[in-house]
């Protein structure tokens, strides 16, 4: 059986993104803490992958400027 995960699509974007900023071995140390964040927006009814991306995007800048 194939699982589809909500959070697969906006992770993989997130990713992308870090990569291209050059910052790809922060966003593996963040991967964790990302991944909570977005179960806990998917477990308020958030579903749309774009606020996922875009919600992500904003914790892990939030998450990495405080470090």
């Not at 993104?17 to 927006?41: N, S």
């Not at 009814?45 to 991306?53: F, N, P, R």
Request: aromatic residues 6%; contains cysteine.
């Amino acid at each position: 059986m194939v699982q589809i995960s909500v959070l697969e699509k906006p992770i993989e974007r997130i990713k992308e993104t870090c990569e291209l900023m050059g910052i790809a071995d922060k966003f593996d140390r963040a991967l964790p803490q990302l991944e909570t964040f977005l179960e806990e927006e998917v477990a308020q009814g958030e579903v749309s992958e774009s606020k996922l991306t875009f919600d992500g995007l904003n914790y892990l800048r939030r998450l990495l400027t405080a470090a």
